[in-house]
């Protein structure tokens, strides 16, 4: 295995790969150089892989590295499924699960996704200067959750409130993850995440209506059915995996296409592009970066040794970007034949909303921005401590002239040249030191 360290874009040698600032700006400038070490030694952390094969190896072998984790920490009071739980007793869920996800199921969404996108579209087309993230890409998958089970829309804060306060407690006590503030609101947001689904599951076995939580109580698969703990832990799955990730996603199609205009007329002068577009941005930007196992023995991945109860994590935009699986990865391309990219995951544990997930990244690039050829998109700088974010702004005159073309402005941090849209709104990534190759 090599251990020479790349040209340019990778790792410090005293460092993570993450640390270096060039992993956020532009990873895909990265990946050649980590994949060219195939696996890195993280200390006590654990190993990172980095190719395709690898980490194909690591998501298809749930028997030695395994998707378990302690309730501890994750701050649950048990494991989410069917995230967290092996096989068998994974298959078992899944085969409940999967039908209620399946793609005929979610094509009978598409109507009403479609009109809670052009909903949003149609407030934003009301105000002179709206935040494309705050207004439309963290909107837009909470609602379609709330339609799914069969909630108002006026839940909208609720549910904003209890992500955030489970998924990033940090950014809301101002203190790190760790602190005991954060620890504190994280434990009390998981309970109310609790409460507040007991609740639903409750009024459903009372009052059944169409909504997903009265398709799990009422499914039945091989005399298999869902317990109350079961259809709770699977609400909180969903609620706290579900929605940030296709969020990231949006952000990061948008600025993309914000910064690739040529791309976006693609898709104005040829909408049939769209699904293919969506599987192609998946691939290049893979908003959810990276995903983690548990070694259940001692082993070895990559060429590189692994202790029982470490950390193995495997980099889906590296795999995404692997020459040896990609004809061309460098390339964008909206009219790529086959697109093998494994953004959702690989193995028993790929993504069970994939396909509710491509639906609504579909519906959002169709309808959910401004489709005129007319309309303008840039790019602009924020604080540095603001998220960086996407603002469309238009200038409306009098009913006696047609309006001034539309402007989608993409808010990046002010540090530094506008950035690759991977920069801010993909899944956080928490990174150890000591990285080195194996």
Not at 352 to 375: K, V
Request: proline share 8%; hydrophobic share 40%.
């Amino acid at each position: 295995m090599s251990t020479d360290s790349a040209a340019s874009g990778t790792a410090p040698e005293s460092g993570n790969p993450m640390e270096n600032p060039a992993f956020l700006t532009a990873p895909q400038a990265v990946f050649p150089g980590l994949r060219a070490q195939r696996a890195i030694s993280l200390g006590e952390r654990g190993v990172l892989v980095t190719r395709s094969a690898d980490i194909a190896t690591l998501l298809t072998n749930p028997e030695v590295f395994s998707s378990g984790v302690g309730v501890d920490q994750t701050g649950t009071e048990r494991p989410l499924i069917p995230l967290q739980i092996d096989p068998p007793k994974h298959r078992e869920y899944r085969r409940i699960l999967d039908p209620l996800f399946s793609p005929q199921r979610m094509k009978e969404m598409e109507g009403p996704i479609t009109e809670l996108a052009r909903g949003l579209v149609d407030a934003i087309a009301t105000e002179s200067e709206v935040d494309f993230v705050q207004q439309f890409s963290l909107r837009f998958p909470s609602q379609v959750f709330l339609a799914l089970l069969g909630l108002p829309l006026g839940e909208l804060p609720t549910f904003l409130e209890m992500k955030d306060g489970f998924i990033r407690p940090e950014s809301i006590t101002g203190r790190p993850r760790g602190h005991e503030d954060s620890v504190a609101l994280l434990k009390t947001t998981a309970a109310s995440i609790y409460e507040y689904f007991d609740a639903v599951i409750a009024d459903r076995r009372s009052t059944p209506g169409e909504d997903i939580v009265s398709r799990f109580l009422q499914t039945e698969v091989e005399g298999a059915r869902l317990s109350h703990e079961d259809i709770l832990d699977i609400c909180f799955l969903f609620l706290v995996a579900g929605l940030d990730t296709v969020s990231a996603s949006l952000d990061c199609m948008m600025l993309h296409l914000a910064l690739h205009p040529d791309r976006r007329h693609a898709l104005v002068n040829d909408p049939t592009l769209i699904p293919n577009a969506v599987e192609e941005l998946l691939r290049w930007e893979s908003p959810v970066m990276m995903v983690a196992r548990f070694a259940t023995q001692d082993t070895e991945i990559a060429g590189c040794p692994v202790r029982k109860g470490q950390v193995v994590t495997g980099l889906l935009g590296a795999a995404n970007t692997d020459e040896r699986e990609i004809p061309e990865p460098e390339a964008v391309r909206f009219n790529r034949d086959a697109n093998r990219h494994i953004a959702f995951g690989r193995g028993p544990h790929r993504c069970l909303g994939s396909h509710l997930a491509r639906l609504e990244l579909r519906i959002a690039l169709r309808d959910g921005t401004p489709a005129s050829p007319t309309t303008a998109f840039r790019t602009a700088s924020s604080q540095p401590s603001r998220r960086r974010s996407a603002r469309l702004s238009h200038s409306r005159s009098s009913s006696t002239r047609p309006p001034e073309p539309a402007t989608l402005i993409v808010t990046t941090p002010a540090a530094g040249p506008a950035r690759s849209s991977t920069a801010a709104s993909r899944q956080p990534v928490r990174s150890a030191v000591g990285g080195r190759a194996c």
